[in-house]
């Protein structure tokens, strides 16, 4: 058997990488990809391989040589690169193409080395590796039945999103027997690049042959294993995230902050929404008006400030909404003055907005990080400060202060003159959730110096929206924030959002509902798990100091590189010790008993 590796285009969206360099040159994670590739073909007993160079051509061959670790190395080159496709570049090579079995890769690819293994331990003589189809995908996609025919090429022009669940995505990794080139292929590849021209891709003749055979290639399914195609910068950036060595990998994802779509196997147990109000109706009345949305502007901060108060029962002189709660943050910190207490570890989002010299913290010393609302008042009673910032429930520890409580802090935060910062972006996710809230205009006026932040990503599963609101009976803080952030700091999706969300309101409290239901399972799943302590939590994650024999970072890059799940490690949260804890989201069901499956194979 013998490889032909297709490498002659000029990759121009990959920009300055590959302006005096051929693609398959450009380094992942330090390793240019033709050495990645080679080094795996090396393990398969081969007789040669074939690279069909074009851009950059002399550069390549004089990096790889005629041998490599013993490897004969042939060249066949394009020299019409820029003017041809794929297909010119494999029809120069057919003549070699039709002298044994070959595997056919394009150079653009990264995969694990278990996709070749994959494809030679099948039986079947004439294979295309494909995968099911992702958002990402780009090129040829197939059909494919129940035995593994592949019953129809889809070209661009015929792609219909509605049919996405039906496609699979070539790999562009094949495999092809020494008849069916000689017999097959060859045939048709000269007979098509002679009436359509050398402008096309390979596939189409593929299509062709299959359409009168689908017995002559079957697809076979690669699963989870991992592959990239890196036609541009966007595409280098997800593989080496995809393939960097454990040392780094938590690094590589943790720096995305979001953007997990790109990664559609993965579960972020990271990030924290609820899973389950996104499946009300709520989804389809926005998705039926998107085209609407994506071509008007959005109103206005007096219309979306009317909009607002309407949502959550506020009056407009009282709330302000934002381009999520971290805009709001951002404004309400360069409005505080003087020294900020706050409790660790918590959410840093608000003492980052800080000089560090005016943060004065109180790290609760238990085991369960638990506190009350008489801790901080004795403490910041003895340390005095001009605001105190309460994250209820707190981030990550989920420890959380009920109702009363909170209104006596409150009420001795006014007596002193403090602002009391209510962060409650996850008090929805509380047992007594529906009678927790600080957001209504009774308590807003009773404490004037008090301010209300909510995320509208969290409890309502809307990250994507970027929505958040903040409120305080203090008029004259809310009018100067709306002079500080943009005209249209609202998009119109979430301006939409805020016009219809009185309609499924209903569906929301029973999101909520089933949320603490799926949290109570989770946790009881969790205190099985022997190398883990579970903290209480009332919010939608939980807090879990790591035991022997695995740190915290160990044990997240077990979960990623091994089940391709993601967790916080909270190696950026103080007031806590290095690498001992980390923070679980609660998902759904299904997700949840996934993780939990994993954390037993680790333990």
Known sequence: MQAIILAAGMGKRLGEYTRNNTKCMVPVNGIPLIDRMLDQLCHLNLNRIVIVVGYEGRKLMDHVGTEYK????????????????????????????????????????????????????????????????????????VCIDKDCRIVNFVTKAAFNYSHVGQYYKTVNIYKFSQSFSRDKYVPFLEAYTKVVGNNEYYENVLRIITFLNSEDLKALPIGREKWYEIDDKQDLDIAEALFSETDALLHKYYTRYGGFWRFPQMLDFCYLVNPYFRRSKIIDEMEANFRTLLGEYPSGMKVNTLLASKCWSVKEEYIIPGNGAAELIKVLMENVEGTLGVTRPTFEEYPNRTDESKVVAFIPRNRDFRYTADDLMVHFGNH?????????????????????????????????????????????????????SMLCDAYLERYPHMA?????????????????????????????????????????????????FNKYEDDYKRACRKFIGVRGAFLQQLKDIPFLHVMPTQANFVLCEVREPYTASQLAQRLLRDHNILISA???????????????????????ERLIEALKSIG
């Open 384 to 436: 005095p400060v001009d605001a105190l910032l309460l994250i209820n429930p707190d981030n990550p520890s989920g420890n959380f202060i009920p109702l009363p409580d909170l209104c006596r802090l409150a009420a001795w935060c006014e007596e002193r003159g403090v602002r009391l910062i209510v962060d409650e972006s996850f008090v929805d996710f509380s047992e007594s959730w529906e009678t927790s």
């Open 70 to 141: 013993g490897l004969r190395i042939e060249y066949v080159e394009n020299p019409i690169y820029d003017r041809t496709n794929n297909i010119y570049s494999l029809a120069l090579a057919k003549e070699r193409l039709q002298e044994d079995d070959t595997l056919l890769l394009e150079s653009d690819l990264i995969f694990e080395d278990r996709l070749l293994s994959m494809l030679l331990e099948n039986p079947s003589p004439n294979l295309a590796l494909v995968a099911k189809y992702e958002a990402w995908m780009d090129g040829t996609m």
């Open 570 to 592: 909270c190696s950026a949260k103080k007031g806590i010790a290095p690498n001992r804890y980390v923070r679980l989201a609660v998902r759904s069901q299904e997700d949840n």
């Open 452 to 500: 209300v932040m909510k995320s509208i990503s969290k409890s309502y599963g809307v990250p994507g929206l970027r929505l958040g609101i903040m409120a305080s009976a203090d008029r004259e803080l809310i009018a100067r924030m709306k002079r500080q952030v943009s005209i249209w700091n609202i998009n119109s999706f979430a301006e939409f959002f805020m016009q219809i």
